[in-house]
């Protein structure tokens, strides 16, 4: 019996601006409950198509860790960033994965990649201002060349990281919200809704109209409204 569970939101393209579909691999746990709503829809809604848009999702996770007080923590997220952390289930303790690996294992935009690394790492800080590890740890590779003294190490980009499953991950709360960057920032300008509403405002017309031949302003207004 799985404790996973699955519930949709339905976004037509009338309503929502345009924004570009990509597929990605999904863990076991969540690629067999889509292939379940898959199914179900499909036999459902014969004469219709579902595409799935990630970058819109959102989850919550619950990760156990070995701490006394609180030994569960509910982690919410961007399905992206579920996508990502559910990959270290199967890590063995005292493995890491590179940047290489995880781009294999979810099929991500290296960009994307970057973004959901980068949120499940950050460091945070707790009401007294301690800093604090996230979820998953950074691991930068050593330096190739000995340092002076007193001479900073150069930065190093997250694509040459490695990154395991923080263990001593502490909590003050058993929830816990972990933001992450939009992925396309610009999808979600005004100018984008407003360009991709006026073409379906149009098309809405077109069609209308040749059904309907004669309509004054106000009968048009509505229909279109109906659409």
Partial sequence: KSDSVLSMQFLTKA???EIPKFNIILPPAMSSMQECYKEFFNKT?????????YSLGSAEVRGHFPQPKIPYIDFKLATLQ??????????????????QDLLAKTSFK???LKRVMDSLTRKDKDKKGKILLNVL??????????????????SVSIEDCTFAVNDKYKCESRSKSIKMAAVEDSLYS??????????????????????????????LVMNVMEQ
């Fill in 82 to 99: 579920c996508v990502a952390l559910l990959n270290f289930n199967s890590l063995a303790d005292g493995d890491e994965y590179s940047f």
């Fill in 45 to 53: 809604y014969q004469t219709k198509r579902v595409h799935w848009y």
């Fill in 110 to 112: 290296t960009e994307i």
């Fill in 15 to 17: 309503h929502w601006p």
């Fill in 137 to 154: 740890r950074k691991i930068s590779p050593a330096p190739t060349t000995e340092l002076a003294p007193g001479e900073k190490a150069p």
């Fill in 190 to 219: 005004l100018e984008a809704i407003e360009i991709d509403r006026s073409h379906a405002i149009d098309a809405a017309i077109v069609r209308i109209m040749k059904a309907r031949k004669q309509l004054d302003v106000d009968q």
